[in-house]
Every structure is written in C-alpha cells, then in structure tokens.
C-alpha cells in the first residue's frame, strides 16, 4: 500500500541545477527517516543524504556543498535541490523511506539525471 514516486529528473548541462521530489502514498509510521541514493551503471547504489522527522541531516562526501535534502513531514514528500551538477552526477536517483520500529525500508522507481559536459 506504500509507494513512493519521484520526479524532476531530466537532462541538463554541467553546472546546472535541478530539484528531485518524491511524494509518498499510503501510511508510513511517524518515526522514520527519508534518503536519497543513485546508482550509475556498472556501479553500486549510494547514499547521497539522509534528512530524520526532526530535519537532522547527513550528506555524502562526493555532494556535501551542492546538494540539499529537505521535507515535508505534513504532506509526505522529501526533496533534493541539486546545484552545480557534474558530468559524474549522472545516474537514476531513487527515494528511499526507512521505517525504523519494523524496521523496513521502500523504494522509489527512479527517476534519470543525465548531465552533459
């Protein structure tokens, strides 16, 4: 009954911004914890930023400066404001939901971010 859709992926050039939203559908419990990964082909799915209920964030290295996480606790949706994009930035995003009394995790579909050079 949960799911989660993402959006706002596309193509841009180097140096442009984009912003990813993803809305989730269904009831998910109050204590839980909202991500944003991407997976670039031949490489493994990672972790970009975590965001808690509270608003506590945490970021990778590699997107630390660029990228901003953020949410919505009252129309469940969590966002990702992406700034200064690189080539290397390409990849398909996916949100991420971690119920944490289950604990569970639900995924998005993914959505393509493709940056030119």
């Known amino acids: 009954q949960v799911q989660l859709v993402e959006s706002g992926g596309g193509l841009v050039q180097a140096g442009g911004s984009l912003r990813l939203s993803c809305v989730v559908s269904g009831t998910i419990d109050s204590i839980n914890v909202m991500a944003w990964y991407r997976q670039a082909p031949g490489k493994q799915r990672e972790v970009l930023a975590t965001i808690s209920t509270s608003g506590r964030t945490n970021y990778a290295d590699s997107v630390k400066g660029r990228f901003t996480i953020s949410r919505d606790n009252a129309s469940k949706k969590v966002y990702l404001q992406m700034n200064s994009l690189k080539p290397e930035d390409t990849a398909v995003y996916y949100c991420?939901?971690?119920?944490?009394?289950?604990?569970?995790?639900?995924w998005g579909q993914g959505t393509q971010v493709t940056v030119s050079s």
């Open positions: 991420n939901v971690y119920i944490v009394l289950v604990p569970m995790n639900y």
